[in-house]
């Protein structure tokens, strides 16, 4: 077995799981799990945009929840101020979320390390309280509930996301295209462009990079998944709540793609589905649980710098050295 | 055509606070020499290759190539002008492979900002690193990662990156230094070949290296140009020999 077929086939299996879940979730578990599932999905989306930025081109960002969160208002007050229909709502929360990550990165990329990270958290906790006090647009302390619109309306004949299967294949739809979009831009000479500035910016200018402009890219796309899990999420729970924009969900999802691996494609589903298991199944036992998720990071920084998805990596790359030895000594 | 100076620099000064590092700096450069810059510890030759290529901003003067006025252009501009350098600290892409390296050397010159190609099919730039390959000796280790590299293959391979933008001048800044002599031998070599076809400056510390291979030799001290001329020139100038040697009046 070559290392890409191990990619392979631990990238289908997801794949298959996720297409899957709807019915075989309920046989194993309760069929709430669903519904987590669904949520774990959106959320991963959260965690590739720390990853986006972190795994590729190496700037920390304890912000991405700001995004998140105009992605999120952005669709409730489209449906309820603006009277948007479901379309319209999702897009005008995605390109709000865009249009902010825009004029945030324009100043935050031009610093790295920890003075990034920490202009990004100011950027986050500024519309945070802004949210929170806004009464009259964002609902406050109470957050915006919406009635959700249908999403294509035939005379009498409406489909809306209040179908549970309906609802969970739209989100895989959006998620896993915005999986497709990552995949794709990892691959192109601008995901390797953002590799090269991670590695070494200064050689990076050196050789002709433009790497404010690199940067910046990155911080928009990024800003824009983060988006669309936030529009997803609105959608999902009919609601936006500033709680959701805190620097503690930004911190979250920063943990979800560390603990699956930085620099890889699908850890942060792994991660961010680990995680929200793990506060699912112990946070009702447990109050002290975060104990638990705060060791877990600390042995993942320590022994598998790459996380869970760089673990698979090396092991797979082990199984596949092995293999080739056990050919060659062969009769 | 012929009359403009490929690189210009005219009464350059840089004040790091109160030390002066460059001062008044004149140099004239033409296309198709090879250019050594020598001179001991702290005369400024490092610096000096910094503010042509930008990293740093000049004090005072003016820089330019081609004709062009570049003083204090971004640094990603300037390697687009057709200037590129190796460092000093040997740096590299490390977690990327010997020809993702080149790749994206080739390719910074013809625009990273297509998102959805596949970057494998960038047909020009897969060619242009296999060929700077095979002109590095690196051909056998071209999947390797950047990190598994020897020092002086890690030398060579900056000089690849170097050379994969497609410079018309090239500027190395002790490309041998640390490489032992054999190693030493073939650079010396491949900077021979590299120097038919663009324009060099080198800046060594190796005198043997330097009065065999550079056309022109300028001699920096405390932030000044003291002598510049052929390496004959150079040999016999005394005032050469009192910055390397000390004045003869001391012994």
């Known amino acids: ?331 | 055509m012929s009359s403009v100076p490929l690189l210009e620099v005219a009464n350059v000064n840089k004040r790091f606070g109160g030390l002066k590092a460059l001062q008044d700096v004149n140099l004239s450069l033409e296309t198709g020499k090879l250019h050594a810059i020598i001179g001991p510890n702290g005369a400024g030759k490092t610096t000096l290759f910094n503010v042509i290529t930008g990293t740093i901003p000049v004090t005072s003067g003016r820089i330019k190539f081609l004709g062009a006025d570049m003083t204090n252009d971004k640094v990603h501009r300037i390697s687009k002008r057709g200037l590129a350098r190796t460092l000093q600290i040997k740096s590299v892409f490390a977690n990327m492979t010997v020809r993702e390296n080149l790749w994206i050397a080739a390719q910074s010159h013809h625009g990273v900002f297509s998102p959805f190609k596949n970057w494998k099919k960038c047909v020009r730039s897969v060619e242009m690193a296999d060929i700077i390959c095979e002109q590095i000796g690196l051909t056998s280790l071209a999947d390797q990662t950047a990190s598994n590299l020897s020092h002086g293959d890690i030398a060579l391979l900056e000089m690849g990156l170097a050379l994969a933008t497609q410079p018309k001048l090239l500027l190395l800044d002790e490309p041998i230094c640390g490489m032992g002599p054999a190693e030493t031998e073939q650079t010396v070599i491949k900077i021979q070949e590299i120097s038919k076809s663009t324009a060099i400056i080198i800046i060594e510390h190796d005198i043997e290296v330097v009065f065999k291979i550079a056309d022109e030799i300028t001699v920096m001290a405390n932030g000044a140009v003291l002598a510049k001329g052929t390496p004959e020139f150079i040999a016999a100038n005394s005032d050469v020999r009192n910055a390397y040697l000390g004045d003869d009046d001391d012994d």
């Open chain 1, 1 to 331: 077995m070559r290392v890409t077929d191990t990619y392979k086939y631990g990238s289908w299996s997801l794949v298959l799981f996720t297409l899957t879940a709807p019915w075989v979730l309920p046989l194993l578990v309760d069929s709430f799990w669903v519904d987590i599932y669904s949520e774990i999905l959106i959320w991963s989306l959260l965690a590739a945009s720390v990853n986006l930025l972190l795994g590729y081109v190496g700037l920390l960002s304890f912000g991405q929840a700001l995004f998140f969160g105009f992605g999120m208002y952005g669709v409730a007050i489209g449906v309820v101020k603006f009277d948007l229909g479901f379309w319209s709502a999702f897009i005008f929360g995605i390109s709000l979320a865009t249009a902010m990550a825009a004029i945030a990165g324009s100043l935050a990329v031009r610093l790295t390390w920890h003075y990034f990270a920490i202009i990004t958290v100011v950027f986050s906790l500024i519309f945070y309280f802004t949210a929170l006090s806004w009464k009259p647009i964002t609902g406050g302390d109470d957050g915006l509930p919406f009635t959700i619109p249908p999403i294509i309306s035939f005379g009498e004949y409406k489909l809306t996301m209040t179908n549970a299967n309906f609802q969970y294949f739209f989100i895989v739809t959006i998620v896993g295209a915005c999986y497709w979009l990552m995949y794709r831009v990892i691959n192109s000479p601008l995901g390797r462009a953002f590799v090269t500035v991670r590695e070494n910016d200064a050689r990076a200018a050196l050789i002709g990079l433009n790497v404010y402009l690199i940067r910046l890219t990155a911080f928009i796309f990024a800003g824009f998944i983060a988006g669309v899990a936030g529009a997803l999420f609105a959608l999902f729970g009919r609601y936006a709540s500033a709680s959701y924009m805190f620097y503690h969900v930004s911190g979250e999802a920063v943990v979800w793609a560390i603990i699956g691996g930085v620099g890889t494609l699908f850890g942060p589903i792994v991660g961010t589905g680990l995680m929200i298991v793990l506060r699912e199944e112990l946070s009702s036992v447990w109050d002290h649980y975060l104990l638990l998720v705060g060791v877990a990071v600390i042995l993942t920084v320590i022994f598998a710098p790459r996380g869970i998805g760089g673990a698979f990596k090396v092991l797979a790359e082990k199984i596949a050295r092995q293999q080739f030895s056990r050919k060659e000594s062969g009769p």
